[in-house]
């Protein structure tokens, strides 16, 4: 410290005596040097004290307690500086983190909404931020079309990859896609060992039995579908008992089964659907059916995006979570 004592004293002399450009310069290489060998900016403050005590000494007395005050101020600001650097630094981290998931969601993720003449299918799933907490896959073979509409408890890469876990599950399971409780049994057992405790995982899964005209469904402590009865012009709440993925190995899910009619609906959502405002007096669910009533007559993928728009418009509204409709209509 000592050499550095004695260069800023030069400089600073230097400069005092003729304010020149070429004095600047040599002073903001100084910086540099100051920079590379890591000196905290209240000892920086520390070196200009001492060389203007030592080139102005009949001063000296007020300067040194302004400088003294400057030095506490710089302790506090070198700390604050230090710490918004080192935060600065894991948002970076976390958005790196999170750019990575995104990515594998992209590319892992994909999954292909199925054709058939029996039903017709919307889809919209919108994210909070750059992830998506939520998930949907469809599977299909000649006899059935399966959904699964997952909602994961975490972020980041770590749910990005609980995810592909969940598709190449339910791949593996298309010979018995048509029995949602197997199905949702099978996963919880995969999820329990391979995921970490903190992270749970609640979805609703449903297939269409096209020789049946029947819709099963099972849930692992999801929110609960609607159902559009045509012939009612109705919704009813498709309730469903069953413990979130991942808790206990050996839970168990239940069947549940509905017949589907001409122009009859189910729509599948995440919580963040119908939890979008502060008020607790509302009816949030029966503002979600009384909107989707609205259009009903539409296809099911502009009734997703009416929906989310309508939404949006509202007064006091208020995205709070990822947000994920699936709109499932009987032709």
């Keep these: 410290m000592e050499d550095l004592e004695r260069e800023y004293h030069k400089i600073l002399s230097d400069y005092v005596k003729d304010q020149n450009e070429r ?7 100084f910086v540099r040097q100051l920079i590379r060998r890591n000196v905290a900016p209240e000892d920086v403050v520390s070196l200009h004290k001492e060389a203007v005590e030592s080139i102005f000494p009949e001063e000296i007395e007020g300067l040194r307690t ?45 999954t292909k909404m199925p054709n058939s003449n029996e039903i017709e299918i919307g889809m919209l799933s919108t994210p909070l931020k750059t992830v998506n907490g939520d998930y949907v896959h469809f599977i299909d073979d000649e006899n059935y ?20 876990m969940v598709k190449y599950g339910l791949e593996t399971m298309r010979e018995s896609g048509h029995i949602p409780s197997r199905v949702l049994a099978v996963l919880n057992r995969i999820v329990e060992q391979n995921v970490d405790d903190s992270m749970f995982i609640s979805m609703f899964y449903g297939c269409y039995v096209l020789e049946e005209n029947k819709f099963y469904y099972g849930s692992a402590g999801h929110e609960p579908a609607f159902l559009y ?13 069953g413990m979130l993925l991942g808790i206990i190995p050996t839970a168990r899910y239940i069947d549940n ?66 947000f994920t409709v699936v709109v499932i209509k009987k032709n």
């Design 229 to 241: 009865r045509a012939k009612e012009d109705k919704f009813h709440d498709l309730e469903a008992n």
């Design 66 to 110: 302004a400088y003294d005050f400057l030095i506490e101020m710089m302790v506090h600001y070198g700390m604050a500086l230090r710490e918004h650097q080192s935060l600065v630094q894991k948002q970076a981290e976390l958005q790196i983190e999170m750019n990575i998931a995104a990515n594998v969601q992209k590319t892992m993720l994909q």
């Design 257 to 322: 089964e509905v017949v589907l009619e001409k122009d009859d609906m189910i729509v599948i959502v995440t919580d963040g659907v119908t939890e979008f405002r502060e008020d607790d007096t509302i009816d949030e669910r029966g503002v979600v059916a009384s909107l989707i009533n609205d259009v009903k007559h539409l296809a099911p993928q502009q009734i997703c995006e009416y929906l989310y728009q309508k939404l949006e418009e509202m007064h006091e509204f208020n995205l709070k979570d990822d």
């Design 23 to 29: 004095n600047l310069y040599i002073g903001q290489n």
């Design 145 to 164: 079309v399966g959904v699964a509409v997952t909602d994961v408890v975490g972020k980041g890469v770590p749910a990005a990859l609980c995810m592909s």
